[in-house]
């Protein structure tokens, strides 16, 4: 599967965006989605990820409560929405495709988008 990543861009402390991530292919529902992001300097992290029918979500605890996970299988598209955005929050953010069910760990994902910057200014 292919995917790719958009939605990023410069955005003041407070604000808001919304990634999406579509995905190439007609199996688009037996993939678990997670998002990640990868800070200078830093190993990519865990963001969110979201079951194949879009019923269970799991979130980083550092985004909890503020950043949203959803899909659309009929667009073949996952979504991210980030609010309440913090400096810390820069990064470069990657979705991602599994087979299996949700998981945290990167190494569990097997196809990646290109990434899309996401820049909150202080």
């Known amino acids: 599967v292919q995917l790719q990543a958009s939605g990023g861009g410069l955005v003041q402390a407070g604000g808001s965006l919304r990634l999406s991530c579509a995905a190439s292919?007609?199996?688009?529902?037996?993939?678990?989605m997670g998002w990640f992001r990868q800070a200078p300097g830093k190993e990519r992290e865990f963001v969110a990820a979201?079951?194949?029918?879009?019923?269970?979500?799991n979130y980083a605890d550092s985004v909890k409560g503020r950043f949203t996970i959803s899909r659309d299988n009929a667009k073949n598209t996952v979504y991210l929405q980030l609010n309440s955005l913090k400096p810390e929050d820069t990064a470069v953010y990657y979705c991602?495709?599994?087979?299996?069910?949700?998981?945290?760990?990167?190494?569990?994902?097997?196809?990646w988008g290109q990434g899309t910057q996401v820049t909150v200014s202080s």
């Open positions: 991602a495709s599994r087979t299996g069910s949700s998981s945290m760990s990167r190494s569990a994902y097997d196809y």
């Open positions: 292919g007609r199996t688009f529902s037996s993939y678990t």
């Open positions: 979201i079951s194949r029918s879009g019923l269970i979500t």
